[in-house]
């Protein structure tokens, strides 16, 4: 069994996801590496995790399904006895980019299945366990590691703080969470919800000493976007879309993962992270 930390990535085959994985494996942590459907592609990341020193776990889950989100969790517990960090980064586009008011039921639902119900339900089981998991610690340890009391007054304890073992949620999200696209209307909403869903969790589980985080990327360089590279080239290179004149990588948004995983925020939870350029300024 490995000493190191344990991470669920979904979503971890391709693009910020796999960026995540790799970066987080470079930095003491074994990953489970959800995908849906691309093999292969998680098998190249498996690789790379494994050169990188840590173990890796590959499961087929289609995050949208119940029984799916179950087996993921069933299966990466029964492997890694405890998950540190949950990364909810699996996400999909519209198949069609339709006008709003053309928009439809199918891509509607298979949108915010993957993208947002999935997330919310998978976070919902993965809280739980790990809530278990701090008890079942504190239990034996006869207190939880890292509690703090305060010295307000000999009576008056604090809830559990966040500590350096303490599990950690990071929701992936998107400027679309606030930056309206008519024309992909199901995956804005979508985002708009995991940035509530990050406020909700976070307000849930502080008392757990759980902190949940939501990264907000914006024009990522990943195979998402390439089929729309070359309207993006033209707003950040010629129309000063961001002050930061260039395109996100996915290492930019594994760097911010990292932050949290490596315990560098730890009086912040709900915190939106913004790994954007500079988009969400507004300027004059």
């Not at 494996?25 to 459907?37: C, E, L, M, P, S």
């Not at 950040?236 to 930061?244: A, G, R, S």
Request: hydrophobic share 45%; proline share 3%.
């Amino acid at each position: 069994m490995s000493n190191r930390k344990t991470a669920i990535v979904t979503g971890g085959s391709r693009g910020i996801g796999r960026g995540i994985a790799i970066a987080l494996a470079q930095n003491g942590f074994d990953v489970v590496i959800n995908y849906a459907r691309n093999q292969s592609a998680a098998e190249e990341v498996a690789r790379q995790v494994e050169a990188a020193g840590g173990h890796a776990l590959l499961i087929q889950a289609d995050i949208a399904l119940a029984t799916d989100r179950a087996r993921l969790v069933e299966q990466s517990y029964a492997a890694f006895a405890q998950i540190d960090l949950l990364i909810n980064n699996a996400g999909v586009a519209p198949d069609i980019r339709a006008d709003l008011l053309q928009a439809t039921e199918e891509s509607f639902d298979r949108v915010l299945g993957i993208n947002l119900k999935g997330p919310f339900f998978l976070t919902q089981l993965v809280a739980q366990k790990m809530i278990e998991g701090l008890e079942k610690r504190e239990a034996s340890s006869g207190k939880r590691e890292g509690a703090v009391e305060t010295s307000i007054s000999s009576s008056t304890r604090n809830p559990p703080l966040a500590t350096h073992d303490s599990p950690k949620i990071i929701n992936i999200t998107s400027v679309s969470a606030y930056a309206a696209s008519i024309h992909r209307a199901d995956y804005c909403i979508a985002k708009a919800g995991l940035a509530m869903m990050t406020q909700l969790f976070a307000a849930r589980l502080a008392e757990h000493g759980i902190n949940v985080y939501e990264i907000r990327p914006g024009v990522i360089e990943t195979d998402m976007t390439g089929p729309v590279k070359a309207k993006y080239d033209d707003l950040i290179f010629n129309k000063d879309l961001t002050p930061i004149r260039r395109w996100g990588q996915t290492d930019d948004v594994a760097r911010a993962v990292l932050a949290i995983a490596t315990d560098l925020l730890p009086f912040s939870t709900g915190e939106v992270i913004n790994v954007d350029g500079g988009f969400h300024m507004r300027r004059l």
